[in-house]
């Protein structure tokens, strides 16, 4: 009839086939796009937590940088401190051997008494020899050994003087007659004795180091 249209049933078929293959299409992009935006967001989600997480760790590092140089710092500080006060110590000590070497702010002579009747009394036995230096000698040899006599009050052994000097720089040595046994009372050797317990005192007293409150020293 006119006016009617024949539909083709190939075209209609096409037609169909073509819709459909756009519609897929369509959701194949639109997933593609999800799929990407799910990705992207991932990755950036994954980017910020790696960020954050050595974030953490760099911080975590200085946390533990920062405390381990805080925990040194009392350490290093006590070691300077310590040094120092050894440097104050060992000028202080110099100081004592030049003193003794130039017989500066005490009597020799007497000096020399005690020491000599010091070792004389912890030699004991019965006779000692006195060693002197060639300085010393001259003006107080023989007046010396009666000087220690004296102080002993005439108790303990024979006393007396060496027939040659001694190497020494001042104070005397005593010994028996064959040298076995020997009492060093040498300047040298006397404050190499003494300096142990002079330096803590030393200290001690000029607030070096604080005093304990137990009655010895540190």
């Known amino acids: ?27 194949v992009r639109r997933k593609a796009e999800r799929d990407a935006k799910e990705t992207v967001q991932a990755a950036e989600r994954d980017a910020q937590a790696d960020r954050e997480r ?15 140089t805080l925990a040194t710092v009392p350490v290093e500080e006590g070691r300077l401190r310590a040094a120092r006060i050894e440097e104050a110590l060992e000028a202080v000590k110099a100081e004592a051997r030049q003193r003794l070497a130039r017989r ?17 009394e912890r030699m004991g036995g ?11 000698r001259g003006p107080l040899g023989a007046d010396l050994v009666v000087a ?5 009050g005439g108790d303990g052994p024979a006393v007396s003087l060496a027939p040659e000097p001694a190497p020494l720089d001042g104070g005397v040595v005593v010994r028996d007659a064959d040298g ?4 060093d009372n040498s300047f040298a050797a006397r404050l190499g004795r003494l300096w142990p317990d002079l330096r803590r005192r030393i200290a ?8 304990r409150r137990d009655g010895n020293d540190e």
Do not use: C, H, N
């Not at 019965?126 to 010393?136: Q, R, T």
């Open 1 to 27: 009839m006119a006016g009617d249209e024949t539909t083709d049933p190939q075209q209609v078929l096409t037609d169909e086939i073509l819709a459909d293959a756009r519609r897929q299409a369509d959701r």
């Open 54 to 68: 050595r974030l953490a760790d760099a911080r975590a590092k200085a946390d533990r940088r920062r405390r381990l």
């Open 104 to 120: 500066d702010g005490f009597d020799y002579r007497q000096a020399l008494v005690a020491l000599a009747a010091e070792a004389v």
């Open 126 to 136: 019965e006779a000692v020899v006195v060693d002197l230096s060639a300085a010393d």
């Open 148 to 152: 220690v006599r004296e102080r002993l």
């Open 180 to 183: 076995r046994r020997r009492w």
């Open 204 to 211: 001690a007293e000029s607030g070096l180091l604080e005093e």
